[in-house]
Every structure is written in structure tokens, then in C-alpha cells.
């Protein structure tokens, strides 16, 4: 069974500095594919960034970039440059290839304080 | 702008008394999925459907029902909500069901059960 681990319940971080959410995951599949989704208070889960098993190069979406390291089952989210905006709960998520019939499995998340 | 629409935001209703969430969708997307949420907690997958095809989790209560009518719209019944179906009710979809397509979320709907 798939499991997605974060475990900082809580981060701080200084505006304008950049922040480092931890993920990690625990899969048999060797296909699959890791996300990252924001949930600010009002509720809406925001998808941020996606990375694939097999791809080459670390995902980057314009402040977001995933530190991917596949042989240590890591997929930590690097904020840069963090704005009050960021201030919100972070959702690592797994979906595994084997089987299309897959679900998105998210982790416990990770709440993230912005200070001025 | 293409989107995932949930009515109502907020939601209350009496111990035992039906209630129907709806969501509807301008994605033309395939999968629809039903999460609940509680509070502090991750989303926790109820169903979805793909195209007309029901997907239920093996541990969603049978007092969870959903029907999904037509591509854009997809219902959540709560047949006899209990003061523990109390949570966030967030509708997702996805353009299909591989490892690659992310999942796109409506706003949610708060359930308070009185």
C-alpha cells in the first residue's frame, strides 16, 4: 500500500525567505507520480506542482521547485522568495501507474506560516 | 473561466435528515471525485466516478451515496447524516485516471450537522 509521510505539522518562515516542505513516500511501484497541493483557508486545494517517477529533471513552477530524490523516496517542496500569500496547509499527494484505476492519496499536510 | 463549482459553501443540517451536495464542472473532464475532510486532517477519498462508472471505497459508509447524472454534474447524499459526517465535502476532477493528471478542486462545502 501507498503512504505519504510529512512530518512537519507546522513550519514557520520569514518573509521573502525561502521555506522547505518535507515529503516523503513508500510505493512497490516503480511508475507513479507525486503532487503537491495548497490549501488556504478558505478551503480550495490548489494543485502547485507535479513531478513523474521517471522523470530526469526536478520540477519547477515559477517560485515552487520539487527537490526530487528518488532513491531516498523524497519529494520535498522548495518555496522561494515566501510571501505572506503562502501562509496556507501544503498536501504532498502519490498516485501510483500501475493500475489506472488509482486514487491520489495525500499526506497529513503541512501548515505553513508566513511572518512579516 | 473553466472551473469546479460546489452549492452550496455552507451547509447545515439536522441529525438524521437527507441532504444532497452538489458540484458541477466547465472542465469536460471524466473523473469526478468525492473527498471528505475533516478538520486538520487530509482529504479522504469517498468515491468518483469515471465517465458513468462507480468507484466506491471499500471503508465509504453505505449512508454516503453519489450520482452523477451527466458529465458536468455530480451529487453527494448523505442519507442520514450523523453529528461524524460533520466535515468539508470537496469535489475534484480529472481529465482521466493515470499517474499524470492532477486533480482539480472546487471550493468545498462545509457540512455542520445539528
Known amino acids: 500500500a501507498q503512504k505519504i509521510t510529512q512530518t512537519q505539522p507546522g513550519m514557520f518562515v520569514q518573509e521573502k525567505e525561502a521555506v522547505t516542505l518535507d515529503c516523503t513516500y513508500d510505493?512497490?511501484?516503480?511508475?507513479?507520480?507525486l503532487f503537491w497541493y495548497k490549501q488556504p483557508s478558505s478551503g480550495e486545494m490548489i494543485f502547485l506542482i507535479y513531478q513523474g517517477s521517471y522523470d530526469q529533471q526536478n520540477a519547477t513552477e515559477g517560485r515552487y521547485s520539487l527537490n526530487f530524490q528518488k532513491a531516498r523516496k523524497s519529494a520535498n517542496l522548495v518555496i522561494s522568495a515566501s510571501q505572506l500569500g503562502d501562509s496556507a496547509m501544503y498536501f504532498c499527494a502519490m498516485r501510483e501507474g500501475r493500475d489506472n484505476n488509482n486514487d491520489m492519496r495525500f499526506g497529513a499536510g503541512t501548515r505553513l506560516t508566513v511572518k512579516p | 473561466d473553466a472551473m469546479v463549482i460546489q452549492n452550496p459553501r455552507y451547509q447545515v443540517t439536522q441529525f438524521g435528515k437527507p441532504v444532497t451536495l452538489s458540484c458541477s464542472q466547465t472542465l469536460n473532464h471524466n473523473v469526478m471525485y468525492w473527498y471528505q475532510q475533516k478538520s486538520s486532517q487530509a482529504p479522504k477519498l469517498l468515491f468518483h466516478y469515471y465517465d458513468k462508472d462507480f468507484n466506491n471505497e471499500a471503508d465509504t459508509p453505505d449512508n454516503f451515496q453519489s450520482r452523477r447524472p451527466n458529465t458536468s454534474f455530480c451529487f453527494l447524499d448523505i442519507r442520514s447524516p450523523g453529528l461524524g459526517d460533520a466535515a468539508m465535502y470537496l469535489c475534484?476532477?480529472?481529465?482521466?485516471?493515470?499517474?499524470?493528471?492532477?486533480?482539480?478542486f472546487g471550493p468545498g462545502t462545509r457540512l455542520t450537522v445539528t
Open positions: 510505493t512497490s511501484d516503480p511508475s507513479y507520480g
Open positions: 475534484a476532477t480529472s481529465r482521466d485516471r493515470g499517474m499524470t493528471y492532477e486533480q482539480y
